[in-house]
């Protein structure tokens, strides 16, 4: 038994740039961090010519052709594995949260092939694996996702994404000092909004007006990605603050691609705790549902108003290790 672990993710600036439709004409940049809420991937070898496959659902074929799950069967058929292969995948958190779980996914999956086909002396670098994902999500299943959530789940850590207009993505650890990542590690505070969503209707309203060169689409990605570079900058230099006041102008601009991003329940729920100590948040990922996340210098009170109107808080710390075998 092979058991691969791949972190989830949160987005702290210039995320949406990093869809083809936009970084294929004006290159993209994401920092992204990565979180300790894993997809895990077990793998066995079955005693059966067949597929056994484990997850919300229950597979039990013979081809590859008759799975159901679209990235098993993407990834099982771009390896050439199996049959007699079990798999099973097992989440800290479900999916439709806005923690980049399908990315997750993906890289757990493609890791736990590699060793199953004893890959062991073939080094498969982070960033391989990346493209190996995104390859999978992006032009086989056609999915109108990014690059970030595969590259961070491969990569962990606090991590920048600049990526050209070929899409050959640059990935380098954020220059934060020690104490600036345990200070941002204990400002951050995340809660369950109560909605799930899928990603996929956002991000394709999203790539579809980008693909149209819709002028107010085009300016909002625009200044997103610079105020992703603005962030990554005010973390380097330490000045969380001014880190949690970009945030807030971040999700306002967010916000304005789609009138689907948010809700009247969770606008309240975030102008609430701006009220009540929080600098600024977002939701995490494409929007419309999943995590709020808020940088506080007054973590107790917000925490005390958030869980008094009924919000689920999130612990969590960051990983910096990435997308690995465990066993």
């Given at each position: ?14 995320g ?12 993209g ?36 052709d ?8 993407a ?141 107010q ?7 997103v ?47 609430l ?48 290790e ?6």
């Open positions: 038994m092979i058991i691969s672990r791949s972190p989830m993710r949160i987005s702290l600036g210039g949406g740039t990093d869809l083809p439709s936009y970084y294929k004409h004006y290159g940049f994401v920092l992204a961090a990565a979180i300790d809420k894993y997809m895990y991937l077990t793998v066995n070898q079955a005693w059966n010519d067949e597929y056994f496959l484990k997850y919300s659902k229950f597979e039990r074929v013979k081809t590859v008759e799975i159901q799950h679209p990235i098993f069967k990834a099982l058929s771009s390896m050439n594995v199996g049959p007699n292969i079990e798999l099973v995948s097992l989440a800290d958190i479900p999916a439709g949260t806005g923690l980049g779980s399908s990315g997750s996914f993906t890289t757990a999956l493609l890791k736990v092939l590699h060793v199953y086909k004893k890959n062991k002396n073939v080094l498969v670098t982070p960033h391989e694996l990346a493209e190996q994902a995104c390859n999978i999500e992006i032009n086989i299943l056609k999915e109108p996702v990014g690059k970030q959530d595969q590259y961070i789940a491969s990569y962990g850590g606090i991590t920048c994404f600049e990526i050209d207009t070929t899409g050959f993505v640059k990935a380098y650890p954020a220059q934060l000092s020690p104490q600036t990542v345990y200070s941002l590690e204990d400002n951050l505070i995340m809660f369950f909004t109560g909605y799930s969503r899928s990603a996929s209707e956002l991000l394709k309203e999203q790539d579809q007006k980008t693909k149209k060169e819709d002028p689409m085009l300016e909002n990605l625009h200044y990605k610079e105020l992703g570079v603005r962030i990554k900058t005010a973390l380097e230099a330490g000045q969380l603050e001014t880190f949690g006041e970009l945030m807030h102008e971040h999700w306002l601009y967010k916000k304005k691609r789609s009138k689907n991003m948010s809700n009247s329940a969770i606008d309240e729920h975030y102008e705790a701006r009220k009540n100590g929080a600098i600024g948040g977002k939701l995490v990922g494409a929007g419309g549902g999943g995590f709020l996340l808020f940088y506080t210098e007054n973590k107790r009170r917000l925490r005390e108003k958030m869980a008094g109107v009924g919000l689920q808080e999130l612990r969590f710390h960051f990983d910096f990435g997308t690995r075998i465990v066993v």
